[in-house]
């Protein structure tokens, strides 16, 4: 199997158990989702949920929104912030009350506020076309799983290959879940990821595991320097009970301490901060 199947296999897998459940997901109305893209924009997806549920009850087609005035959509937005998001959607529903979202498929990036995200997103969510939403989730997941520098070009290159045979919409929203619940920004959980030895990121961890500060040389360095800073001519043989290490451990960091001029041995007894 090569691997972007095992990618796609396990993935796709993974979502059984894993799928976060919202109403928006199962909607093919383009309307729909480019008002819940507006809204999810810097926003938390269960907050977002919440301000969705009452514009599209609201608004629920575009004709709707573009009777409104500015004043009604900028209190209906209230609390989410960056309110020129709001005032461009008023605009998109403007547009759109008079052209369908089909009369100007595939370009829907003409609409105000509408980039290349918010695009694929309409794209596959609506129409099911053969794209993956670029969201930052999304590009990490393939950065760290394929091992490359520019996972935008790779994924421009590689979508159709990768969706063959699956809908883009179910894998989009697959690989943004698995992008903020296990291949985090930050601390990712490789430890019980789906993917080990397949993901390059996970490999090169596994080889070059970060060294731990704690009982390292660093923290012993660091150690004997408080200790001289606030001794003077300490004697070596009474280090060993404050730094609690071996005795030729504990010579060899010395010594280095000593040829960096960090320290200074006088008659291989006593030492002091060099000066
Ligand atoms: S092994 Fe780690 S880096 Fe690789 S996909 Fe899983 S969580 Fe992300």
């Known amino acids: 199997m090569s691997k972007k199947d095992i990618f796609k296999k396990k993935l796709l897998s993974w979502s059984i158990k894993n799928t976060r459940e919202y109403s928006w997901r199962s909607t093919q109305d383009p309307w729909k989702i480019l008002l819940l893209e507006v809204i999810a924009q810097q926003t938390q997806l269960d907050r977002a949920n919440k301000y969705y549920q009452k514009f599209i009850k609201k608004y629920p087609n575009p004709n709707e929104m573009s009777k409104a005035t500015k004043k009604e959509i900028l209190g209906m937005w209230s609390g989410l912030g960056y309110n020129n998001r709001a005032v461009r959607l008023h605009e998109a529903s403007k547009i759109l009350s008079r052209n369908s979202f089909d009369s100007i498929y595939p370009e829907f990036d003409i609409l105000p506020g509408v980039g290349e995200y918010t695009k694929n997103a309409i794209l596959s969510f609506a129409y099911n076309d053969k794209v993956i939403t670029q969201d930052t989730n999304v590009l990490r997941v393939f950065g760290r799983f394929f091992g490359t520098k520019d996972p935008k070009k790779f994924i421009l290159e590689n979508q159709k290959n990768i969706l063959k045979n699956i809908k883009s919409r179910k894998f989009n929203q697959v690989l943004m879940d698995f992008g903020s619940e296990i291949c985090t920004s930050k601390n990712p959980s490789c430890n019980i990821c789906i993917f080990d030895n397949e993901c390059k ?75």
């Open 201 to 275: 990121k996970f490999i090169q961890v596994k080889q070059n595991p970060k060294p731990t500060f704690k009982g390292s040389d660093r923290e012993i360095r660091g150690k004997i320097i408080k200790h001289l800073i606030i001794n003077k001519n300490v004697d070596i043989s009474s280090l060993n009970i404050v730094i609690e290490t071996q005795e030729n451990r504990l010579k060899r960091i010395l010594k280095k301490l000593e040829s960096e001029g960090m320290i200074t041995i006088k008659n291989k007894k006593l030492i002091e901060i060099s000066s």
